[in-house]
């Protein structure tokens, strides 16, 4: 007689804000971390753009922020609301001219709409105790996407106010959900995966040799680094520099655990995504939204 039974995948609880703060010595101190990391975020949302006003890339700040909003109860709420409120406001004080109320709304709203939907998109769809196992990633996804769309809603209707020009919107729409989500699939994996402690259970998820992370990581920067040396001309070619990053980062993919694969590849997409909205290449495509998009193709590539 044979018998079938599901599988059963490593699990572990999620992580919580509150056991952050206990090993930081207390809420404040978890705080201020989460501000000290936060505020460069932020300052990458405004620099991955060719022009202030145009579409970014990508937007770091909203994977940190979902995913400690995710992880947090919600007493732990307004607390981190704040956090971020008042950074992405000295963020963009600093960065946006002029700063009016528009701006200030565009500042602080959209990001957090876009975390809290898809924390509370994470919450419905991915059960307790979390599964070490593939299916649960298109099941995250879904919740990055319904976040980025309502978050890109919400910066379309502050945008473009009471205009009604359904092909305008629908435009905004498209930039503004991509360069959302693909900063949650940036940044939200990193902060996951260092949270996570299955790394002390499974030794399969250890990291195997430091030296294999060191010249993986040489390999996946050095071409970042030649491109800014010597593809200083704003219409030279950047396509070299995804190229020659790829073969590392498939490595790294296969053989270094998720927490150092996910950083590595944040590693290469921001400052090749920072190169790319320098200049017009490596597309000769003289629509700078068009440009965009293909950069933003790139990076979720990667």
Same mark, same amino acid.
């Given at each position: 007689i044979?018998?079938?039974?599901? *599988?059963?995948?490593?699990?572990?609880?999620?992580p919580?804000?509150?056991?952050l703060?206990?090993?930081?010595?207390g809420?404040?101190?978890? #705080?201020?971390?989460?501000a000290?990391?936060y505020?460069?975020?932020l300052? #990458?949302?405004?620099?991955?753009? %060719?022009?202030?006003?145009?579409?970014?890339?990508?937007?770091?700040?909203?994977?940190?922020?979902?995913?400690?909003?995710?992880?947090s109860?919600s007493?732990?709420?307004?607390?981190?609301?704040?956090?971020?409120?008042v950074?992405?406001l000295?963020?963009?004080?600093?960065?946006?001219?002029?700063?009016?109320?528009?701006?200030?709304?565009?500042?602080?709203?959209?990001?957090?709409?876009?975390?809290?939907?898809?924390?509370?998109?994470?919450?419905?769809? #991915?059960?307790?105790?979390? %599964?070490?196992?593939?299916?649960q990633?298109?099941?995250?996804?879904?919740?990055?996407?319904v976040?980025?769309?309502?978050?890109?809603?919400?910066?379309?209707?502050?945008?473009?106010?009471?205009?009604?020009?359904?092909a305008?919107?629908?435009?905004?729409? +498209?930039?503004?959900?991509?360069?959302?989500?693909?900063?949650?699939l940036?940044?939200?994996?990193?902060?996951?995966?260092?949270?996570?402690?299955?790394?002390? @259970?499974?030794?399969?998820? %250890? #990291?195997?040799s @430091?030296? %294999?992370?060191?010249?993986?990581?040489?390999?996946?920067?050095?071409?970042?680094?030649?491109?800014?040396?010597?593809?200083?001309?704003?219409?030279?070619?950047?396509?070299?520099?995804?190229?020659?990053?790829?073969?590392?980062?498939?490595? +790294?993919?296969?053989?270094?655990?998720? @927490?150092?694969a996910?950083?590595?590849?944040?590693?290469?997409?921001l400052?090749?995504s920072?190169?790319?909205?320098?200049?017009?290449?490596?597309?000769?495509?003289a629509? *700078?939204?068009?440009?965009?998009?293909?950069?933003?193709?790139?990076?979720?590539?990667?």
């Amino acid at each position: 007689i044979m018998h079938t039974s599901a *599988p059963v995948y490593p699990s572990h609880e999620y992580p919580r804000w509150e056991n952050l703060e206990q090993r930081l010595g207390g809420p404040v101190r978890a #705080l201020v971390l989460f501000a000290v990391l936060y505020l460069p975020l932020l300052w #990458l949302d405004y620099a991955l753009r %060719e022009t202030p006003a145009s579409a970014a890339v990508l937007r770091p700040s909203i994977g940190l922020l979902l995913v400690s909003v995710w992880l947090s109860g919600s007493s732990r709420w307004p607390a981190l609301l704040a956090v971020h409120t008042v950074t992405a406001l000295l963020a963009g004080y600093w960065l946006v001219e002029p700063f009016g109320p528009s701006a200030m709304c565009l500042a602080v709203l959209p990001g957090a709409v876009s975390a809290g939907v898809a924390a509370a998109a994470f919450r419905l769809l #991915l059960r307790r105790p979390l %599964e070490v196992h593939a299916g649960q990633v298109p099941i995250a996804l879904i919740g990055v996407i319904v976040g980025a769309l309502c978050g890109a809603a919400t910066a379309t209707g502050i945008a473009l106010g009471g205009q009604l020009d359904l092909a305008m919107w629908l435009r905004a729409l +498209a930039d503004s959900s991509a360069e959302h989500a693909l900063g949650a699939l940036t940044t939200g994996p990193i902060a996951l995966t260092w949270l996570l402690h299955l790394r002390f @259970r499974i030794p399969e998820l %250890e #990291l195997r040799s @430091r030296r %294999e992370l060191a010249w993986l990581a040489l390999w996946v920067i050095v071409p970042v680094l030649l491109g800014w040396l010597f593809l200083r001309g704003p219409s030279s070619s950047l396509l070299p520099v995804p190229l020659l990053a790829a073969p590392a980062l498939i490595l +790294a993919s296969l053989r270094l655990p998720p @927490r150092w694969a996910v950083l590595l590849a944040a590693l290469f997409v921001l400052p090749f995504s920072l190169l790319a909205v320098s200049r017009e290449a490596p597309y000769s495509v003289a629509d *700078p939204a068009v440009r965009i998009g293909l950069q933003q193709m790139l990076a979720g590539i990667f």
